[in-house]
């Protein structure tokens, strides 16, 4: 049974950092592309970082960039978000997402993945 679980989630005020976790279970984890996605309510769910197998590489919209760090360690099966200099339209819940099948993690946005957490939700006010 593959299961993917994230946890970190919570209130923070604007401006502030918070870090998210995932843990997975029931995969040969280093073979796995991962991911993070996020919606909000009203929205669709929208891309929001992305690693590749090895944790050499990694990718993000626009949106993100220079505020968010995905990492991973594969030694411990887990796949990090830190998020820094939160703002209010960050606010949603947080996927943990993983596919071993990209042929590219910029493709990631575009994929609807193997496995998916639960999400974990992140609020972020003013």
């Known amino acids: 049974q593959v299961q993917l679980v994230e946890s970190g989630g919570g209130l923070v005020q604007a401006g502030g950092s918070l870090s998210l976790s995932c843990a997975a279970s029931g995969l040969t984890f280093s073979t796995y592309a991962m991911g993070w996605f996020r919606q909000a309510p009203g929205k669709e769910r929208e891309f929001v970082a992305a690693?590749?197998?090895?944790?050499?590489?990694?990718y993000y919209p626009d949106s993100v960039k220079g505020r968010f760090t995905i990492s991973r360690d594969n030694t411990k099966s887990t796949v990090y978000l830190r998020m820094n200099s939160l703002k209010p339209e960050d606010t949603a819940v947080y996927y943990c997402a993983a596919d071993e099948r990209l042929p590219s993690i910029a493709t990631m946005q575009y994929s609807s993945m193997q496995y998916w957490g639960k999400g974990t939700l992140v609020t972020v006010s003013p």
């Open positions: 690693i590749n197998w090895s944790g050499r590489s990694t």
